[in-house]
């Protein structure tokens, strides 16, 4: 069974202060992770995909990278607009199936 | 349109009622997902559809809950005989292929009174 697990659970920044979200996975063999942001009220809104360990991929003040076994989401300089619960979810090759699994997310607070 | 439709937004419905969410996937797409999101809860796998394929229905909670895809396009979700832990967020999400990003609806609110 595929596992995500995310942390910290929460995170509240001063704008301006870099840091860095944790996605721990557990999948007998990865197709693809991918990172969502979701907001109050919305659905989540699709941020990055990585399918093999060493990539990076990089958006404005977000830049996701990949191990084996984990994904980090590094903020760098972030604005109160970044606040946000930030999702990471995993796409595994067992058994033919093509759900995703999510973690539980990390909420992103961004202090002005 | 541009992005996945849900539809109705909101949905109050009383316990032991039948209730029907429809997803308008992005046109072209051909896998279609459904996830429940309870209040602070993790999204949790209900169906996946993917083309003319058998559906992957490992993630219905129960037998009240089935869902259709006609046509490779519309998809619409029945929970039949609602119970107060059915509500929750109900989201829909559509990928042109099997393993590319998948990008979600806003969501059907449930509340079960």
Avoid: M
Avoid at chain 1, 45 to 56: K, V
Avoid at chain 1, 72 to 86: C, G, N, Q, R, V
Avoid at chain 2, 35 to 58: H, M, T, V
């Amino acid at each position: 069974e595929d596992q995500v697990t995310q942390s910290p659970e929460a995170l509240r920044l001063q704008e301006g202060e870099s840091s860095s979200l944790n996605c721990s996975y557990t999948v007998s063999g990865l197709r693809g992770l991918f990172w969502y942001r979701q907001d109050p009220g919305k659905g989540p809104e699709f941020l990055f995909t990585l399918y093999s360990a060493g990539e990076e991929k990089e958006k404005e003040r977000l830049k996701a990278t990949l191990t084996k076994k984990e994904s980090f989401l590094h903020i760098t300089a972030p604005k109160p607009e970044d606040s946000a619960t930030y999702l990471c979810a995993v796409q595994g090759v067992g058994a033919g199936s093509y759900q995703l699994t999510f973690g539980k997310g990390t909420k992103l607070s961004v202090i002005p | 349109g541009a992005g996945v439709s849900q539809s109705p937004s909101n949905k109050v419905t009383e316990k032991g009622k039948d209730v029907e969410l429809r997803c308008d996937p992005i046109s072209g797409h051909t896998a279609l997902y459904w996830y429940r999101q309870s209040l602070g809860q993790g999204l949790e796998f209900l169906i996946y559809f993917q083309g003319n394929s058998a559906p992957d229905k490992s993630g219905l909670p129960s037998d009240r809950f089935s869902a259709e895809r006609t046509g490779g396009s519309v998809s619409t979700l029945t929970i039949q005989r609602t119970q107060q832990e059915d509500s929750a967020v109900y989201l829909c999400a559509s990928s042109l292929t099997t393993n590319t990003e998948a990008f979600f609806g806003q969501g059907t609110r449930l509340t079960v009174v």
